[in-house]
């Protein structure tokens, strides 16, 4: 009826009418309530905490970063000291002064202009997060489908007698034809991911264990340990090393509209989740997951006992009073069958109705993922209101 309303009036189009609507029923950005008026970008900090000072959601930094003519939108720098204010009643949040940036012969940033997607230098930058905290899940595979564990060339034994080997040791691997692939990956295959609501299975966890260079092709291999985190045993699986140069940074959005899914592990082996923590969800490259959307984990969800209406609690009804017949045949109860109460004759057994609930979904905690699959992704714990367990919900944030 709204929306009728306002193409009436304005005589808009069905479209714009509609877009206008939805942009109006939008969830205003908000300033943090102690947001400060201006911040200085120390050496250490980053994006998403620079966010967290100045807005309630840190991941629509976009919506109220308001970068001057010709800056990198997405780069801040040591020294620079950023102002909040209000335009049009909307957040904003601009440099008011620029810091340690790349800068020219007058001090002003240099930006070069160019139809290629331009390689902009982070060192100096702020990172959007700590990268170091999420460095090793990079490069590492830690996630593989079946076909690939089936395919996979797999370790056979060594040339020494051991069980297992480690670093500079060599290992025989089954089989490697050629020299084309020369850097491998070596990992151990862990317990299967499966979705919770189809029950397909969506990859198997996998430990890396260590990385090995061919020595000499052949059925059986020989290659030579040349990084070890772990002792390679019989058995563990051998893949080509990747070439792809790892994302040095991420920039925070929401994930799409009405994207929901679970929780399926945690990588460091806790029961409960916590700050930076790094979990598994069940969504992937397939459901339009990229590196950089944010979700909200959610717990709740779940039945939980009525201690009122199951007698676990004297609430005192049992002190109402014997003409109250809805206490007995009331649709507030109903009859169990007999009771056999000795030395008491038999009697009918009436219990209450519902004596269980739903608890509400309550927020726990924001994620952001950083590394994306097929099938499944990974997301860092950004912040944690609450403590969560694997198989609880996540869902994109409101918008």
């Known amino acids: 009826m709204t929306s009728h309303v306002v193409v009436t009036r304005f005589a808009m189009t069905g479209f714009l009418a509609i877009s206008l609507l939805l942009a109006s029923l939008a969830w205003a950005v908000e300033l943090a309530p102690d947001a400060p008026q201006t911040y200085t970008v120390r ?42 204010s209000l335009v049009a009643g909307k957040p904003r ?18 930006v070069r202009l160019s139809p290629k997607v331009r390689e902009s230098s982070l060192t100096t930058a ?18 593989a489908d079946s076909d690939q564990i089936k395919r996979a060339f797999y370790v056979v034994g060594f040339p020494e007698e051991h069980l297992v080997v480690g670093l500079h040791d060599s ?90 899914g679970q929780i399926l592990s945690v990588l460091n082996g806790v029961s409960q989740i916590g700050q930076f923590d790094v979990v598994v969800l069940n969504r992937g490259t397939r459901d339009r997951i990229e590196p950089g959307q944010v979700f909200e984990a959610f717990v709740g969800g779940g039945k939980e006992r009525d201690q009122v209406r199951s007698e676990t609690l004297d609430s005192g009804w049992r002190n109402e009073g014997p003409l109250s017949s809805g206490l007995w045949v009331g649709h507030e109860f109903e009859n169990k069958g007999w009771r056999h109460d000795d030395p008491f004759p038999i009697s009918a057994d009436f219990r209450r109705k519902n004596t269980q609930y739903i608890r509400p979904f309550e927020r726990a905690a924001t994620l952001m993922v950083f590394r994306v699959f097929e099938r499944v992704s990974f997301a860092l714990v950004m912040s944690a209101q609450r403590a969560f ?5 996540v869902a994109a944030p409101r918008s």
């Open 171 to 260: 290992i025989y691997v089954r089989r490697i034809d050629s020299r084309q692939q020369l850097n491998f990956q070596i990992l151990r295959p862990g317990e299967a991911l499966r979705d919770p609501e189809t029950n397909e299975t969506l990859g198997y966890e996998a430990v890396f264990v260590a990385n090995a260079e061919l020595e000499r092709p052949g059925d059986p291999a020989r290659l030579r340990v040349t990084r070890s985190e772990r002792e390679v045993a019989i058995g563990d699986r051998v893949i080509p090393a990747g070439n792809d140069r790892p994302l040095e940074n991420f920039y925070p959005r929401p994930a799409p509209p009405g994207t929901r």
């Open 389 to 393: 367990r694997v198989g609880d919900q």
């Open 43 to 84: 050496q250490g900090d980053t994006l998403w905490k620079i966010a967290e000072m100045f807005i309630t959601e840190p991941w629509r930094w976009s919506e109220v970063w308001q970068a001057r003519a010709g800056d990198d939108p997405n780069l801040i720098y040591p020294g620079d000291v950023l102002q909040s």
């Open 126 to 143: 702020v990172p959007t997060i700590k990268i170091g905290a999420i460095e090793p899940f990079l490069t590492q595979p830690y996630v």
């Open 93 to 110: 949040v601009s440099i008011l002064r620029s810091g340690s940036a790349p800068a020219g012969h007058d001090g002003m940033r240099v």
